[in-house]
């Protein structure tokens, strides 16, 4: 009899999991995550300055959003090298307690160095692994540039007629 208790408690849990899961892959089809933003701080780096990549992405998904599955942002440049940092990664992450609503902002940040000069044009994807089943998978690429600088270099701020070094 105790078997039997055991066995049936194990099934219910079973049953109760599955419950869930197919609850939360099904509400998937109303999530979305899109990029608005990226920005660089500084501006205008200097090669071998560290630097924070800071993207702004949205929540815009119709259902609250309670589980960190595509709260990631995947970036990667032959001249950029990551540093470790409390900064690195999400703002937030959604969980039961904690859900992201929608037109929720969040952002996700890297730290790191540019190794060479030049402007670069970087490649962003929020959701990079294609975790979260989104209504629009279109909107989670960003594509921006950045200008790397040398020290020496002459600099002209586009709101500013004065040229600095």
Known sequence: MRNKIIVL??????????????????AATNLDLSIESV???????????TVKIVVRAKYIGSSALT??????VAFSHKDFQSQTSSFNGP???????TPLYSGSYFTYTFVGK????????LVLKIDGANALK???ETNNIFKPKVNVLKIGDLIKLPTNSAVYL
């Not at 194990?10 to 197919?22: N, Y």
Request: net charge neutral; charged share 10%; no cysteine.
């Open 9 to 26: 408690r194990s099934l219910l849990i079973v049953i109760l999991w599955a419950f869930i899961f197919i609850n939360n892959v099904s």
């Open 39 to 49: 920005a660089f701080e500084p501006v205008q780096p200097i090669v071998n300055q």
């Open 67 to 72: 589980f960190s599955a595509g709260i990631n």
């Open 91 to 97: 703002s937030i992450i959604p969980s039961t307690s």
């Open 114 to 121: 540019f190794t060479s000069t030049g402007t670069k044009s």
């Open 134 to 136: 989104e209504t629009n």
